[in-house]
């Protein structure tokens, strides 16, 4: 069964460093999404991206972030200069419509120190 | 904007038994879709169930079932027979029928634990 997958699965990285968190969504999908929940937290939504551009972002997504769809199969969210409150785990999902159940990859935790 | 809510952060029942997870939304949207998300110890977000606002009726998938009330914005999950394996975070999650791209809106969770 296909599945999104992500990596790593756990990044660790110091504050004011830059990640790349790195996504492949199911292959026929063509709405890709990322989502983070902090610790304890519930799930919030990050940005939606479809024919190459962003569709709609959250307050939370400010400028130190951005997405990018390199190629036919990456789907990567860039953070440039991290801070604690970033620390979380980030979950990209993809769907076939944008209106489609949304699958979800495992996630990536990410640990800002 | 839309809110979801769910008012039980944490659930029992025991294995065999029938457990019912309660979810409230609210949006001033007619057309949207409803769904319930199982985060196990993994942390994967694995979907479990789908309701579209204009069925009437309700969703089922095996042993999960949901109740689903439009007038009373309500939408509940029932997990019947339940197993060990059912022991998650389930979140409630609405996403609206309009726009490019859905987002979801998610609920709080409610954590269930499965006893012997």
């Known amino acids: 069964e296909p599945e999104v997958t992500q990596t790593p699965s756990h990044q660790v990285t110091q504050m004011g460093q830059e990640v790349i968190l790195r996504c492949v969504p199911i292959s026929n999908h063509l709405y890709f999404y990322w989502y983070r929940q902090i610790l304890g937290q519930k799930v919030e939504f990050l940005v939606s991206?479809?024919?190459?551009?962003?569709?709609?972002k959250s307050e939370i997504f400010d400028d130190q972030f951005s997405v990018e769809r390199p190629d036919g199969s990456n789907f990567t969210l860039k953070i440039r200069s991290t801070k604690l409150e970033d620390s979380a785990m980030y979950f990209c999902?993809?769907?076939?419509?944008?209106?489609?159940?949304?699958?979800f990859g495992p996630g990536t935790r990410l640990t800002v120190t | 904007a839309q809110t979801v809510t769910q008012s039980q952060p944490e659930m029992s029942v025991q294995e065999a038994e029938t457990v019912t997870l309660s979810c409230t939304y609210d949006?001033?949207?007619?057309?949207?879709?409803l769904f319930w998300y199982k985060q196990p110890p993994s942390r994967q977000m694995i979907l479990v169930i789908r309701q579209e606002a204009y069925k009437q009726q309700n969703a089922t998938e095996n042993r999960f079932s949901v109740n689903f009330q439009k007038a009373a914005k309500s939408f509940s999950l029932k997990i019947s027979d339940s197993q060990l394996g059912d022991a998650a975070m389930y979140f409630c999650?609405?996403?609206?029928?309009?726009?490019?791209?859905?987002?979801?809106?998610f609920g709080t969770g409610t954590r269930l634990q499965v006893t012997l």
């Open positions: 949006t001033s949207e007619s057309d949207y879709y």
């Open positions: 991206f479809y024919n190459n551009e962003i569709s709609e």
């Open positions: 999650a609405l996403t609206l029928n309009t726009g490019t791209a859905s987002k979801l809106t």
């Open positions: 999902a993809s769907s076939v419509t944008g209106r489609s159940e949304q699958y």
